[in-house]
T-cell receptor, first 113, second 111 residues
């Protein structure tokens, strides 16, 4: 097992374009999380899946953001009509139990010009 | 989840113990104390967690005061690779709850 994998690692886009990030969690993990991190700040929670069900969404997740986990395995995070304020590192994590540790990926860095 | 307070930054000499404090005076009985760290340009990495008792693993030790209002993460022999932002997080143990990160402590280990 190679841990949580995120792609692409870096994405530069122009304002108004759509972008999609993919996360492949650790294979036996049924919980998957998306976080966003801006410079100098700790990661901020965006959304959480248990298997294919999206159980919680932060108010940070505006209607331009959509996340899916169609078969309870990999997940995608799409941002429509990107804005410069969307520039951040998008982190994915997975876990397998309620009180256990979260394993994070290396993140996908988005730069919106 | 209870709020945590950590110093913004700390320095430590290589080979010495690094003691990182965290205040969580409003912690509830069912809340665990978690520590993660984030090395530059990487995702956060789990270090250790505990409820009441002190805990030790291959990376660090966690000392929780008897009243559970504060804790200390101890890296017994800090190395240059321990330079990172360290996050102390309080998380409810019953049912699902996510991790709420603060700004953490930037630990700089110097030669």
């Amino acid at each position: 097992d190679t841990g949580v994998s995120q792609n692409p690692r870096h994405k530069i886009t122009k304002r108004g374009q759509n972008v999609t990030f993919r996360c492949d969690p650790i294979s036996e993990h049924n919980r998957l999380y998306w976080y966003r991190q801006t410079l100098g700040q700790g990661p901020e929670f965006l959304t959480y899946f248990q298997n294919e069900a999206q159980l919680e969404k932060s108010r940070l997740l505006s209607d331009r953001f959509s996340a899916e986990r169609p078969k309870g395995s990999f997940s995608t995070l799409e941002i429509q009509r990107t804005e410069q304020g969307d520039s951040a590192m998008y982190l994915c994590a997975s876990s397998s139990d309620q009180v256990g540790e979260l394993f994070f990926g290396e993140g996908s860095r988005l730069t919106v010009l | 989840d209870a709020k945590t307070t950590q110093p913004t930054s700390m320095d430590c000499a290589e080979g010495r113990a690094a003691n990182l404090p965290c205040n969580h005076s409003t912690i509830s009985g069912n809340e665990y104390v978690y520590w993660y760290r984030q090395i530059h340009s990487q995702g956060p990495q789990y270090i250790i967690h505990g409820l009441k008792n002190n805990e030790t693993n291959e990376m660090a030790s966690l000392i929780i005061t008897e009243d559970r209002k504060s804790s200390t993460l101890i890296l017994p022999h800090a190395t240059l690779r321990d330079t990172a932002v360290y996050y102390c997080i309080v998380r409810a143990g019953e049912g699902y709850s996510t991790l709420t990160f603060g700004k953490g402590t930037m630990l700089l280990v110097s030669p």
